[in-house]
């Protein structure tokens, strides 16, 4: 039977679901397991990370609904039916100092909540990229036209992405309060039931081990948006993700398109 952690089941404590790593998994010699962990962020700085993705989100406005990404580090927005975009194009800086450390500060502890929940042989390093994602049903009408667009198929981040250790969501919106649909599920291994299904609730926080024994979906989302930031990590160090976040993005985007042949 499925297990449904709903969005006001709220636990004090974090709350663990053991998961046997298979025996191709590595995992950095660590656990497989799924982890979540309520109130990890408070109010005034999940505002803080909506307001930042909703400002670069702006500079490549879709009509469209369904999925918009935005990296404030490298700058990309990709939204179905719009160019993909940078926001440091402009040659300007789009972010203030503190708000740019509001999202260096997340990520950091991001960093170190993870390693605490799953300690490894190797070290993790932060790899890219890690971006709010945007679920909109606020179009009812929009359709897929790209596989890509399509983020509701069951999938395994470690397939997607080779040097993908670990998974981490933070979620940034409520379920049934500011969107429909959305919700989060793992299947039980090798089949399309569900095991445990998860509904968003803003700064809760789901780690868990990137490889074939967490294959999950999200659900597609009907109504309202749906903020999540997501990140990744893995134990080879030459996927290290340096995060610059130090207000010379756009100067660095400029230099590399200088340097484009
Ligand atoms: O937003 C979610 O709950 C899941 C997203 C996801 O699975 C992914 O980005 O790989
Ligand atoms: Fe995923």
Redo the contacts with the bound molecule.
Sequence with gaps: DKEVVKRDDVAAVPRRWPVACAETTSACGGACDRVLIDDWLGNAEIDGLIGIATRGMAMAPSSEGGPTIFDANSGYVMAPGARLANVYARGEPVFSRQELELYRGVIRRLKHRLEEAFPTDRPLVFTAPTFV?RLSGQNASWEPKEPHDEYWHP?V?KQNTHHYDY?G?LYLSDYDKDFEGGL?EFFRAGTNDTALAIQ?RRGRLLLFAASQENR?R?RRVTAGLRF?L?FWFSCDPTFEFTDFLDGQMHVRFREERRAMP
């Design positions: 994602a999938h981040d998974s969501l989060f968003p999950h999200v999540a997501s």
